[in-house]
Nanobody
Framework: VQLQACGGGFVQPGGSLRLSCVAS????????MGWFRQAPGKEREFVAT????????YYADSVKGRFTISRDNAKNTVYLQMNSLKPENTAVYYC?????????????????WGQGTRVTVSS
């Protein structure tokens, strides 16, 4: 599975962005998908995950209520809608795919990774 993340950019605090992760090579309909981020000088951290059908989602406490993960299996794409962005959300955002069933916030449990898209939140 090859994952291509896009949609990052520069946004002012309080603004919104929608990230997309397009998969190729095989269908991701049977995979749990996740978004992670890594800020400069920090470790990669979990943001959100979604099960194969989209019926189960799980978020980091820091983004709950502001970010929404969704997927369109027909388009082989996963999204991350980010609202009310804060400067501390500045990071490179990565999408990842996990073959094993179950929610996981551990990046080591994900099997495939995209190249990342940069999000900068600043006034």
């Amino acid at each position: 599975v090859q994952l291509q993340a896009c949609g990052g950019g520069f946004v002012q605090p309080g603004g919104s962005l929608r990230l997309s992760c397009v998969a190729s090579g095989r269908t991701i309909s049977g995979y749990y998908m996740g978004w992670f981020r890594q800020a400069p000088g920090k470790e990669r951290e979990f943001v959100a995950t979604i099960n194969w059908s989209g019926g189960t989602t799980y978020y980091a406490d820091s983004v709950k209520g502001r970010f929404t993960i969704s997927r369109d299996n027909a388009k082989n794409t996963v999204y991350l809608q980010m609202n009310s962005l804060k400067p501390e959300n500045t990071a490179v955002y990565y999408c990842a795919a996990r073959r094993r069933v179950g929610v996981s916030i551990d990046p080591l449990s994900y099997d495939y990774w995209g190249q990342g898209t940069r999000v900068t939140v600043s006034s």
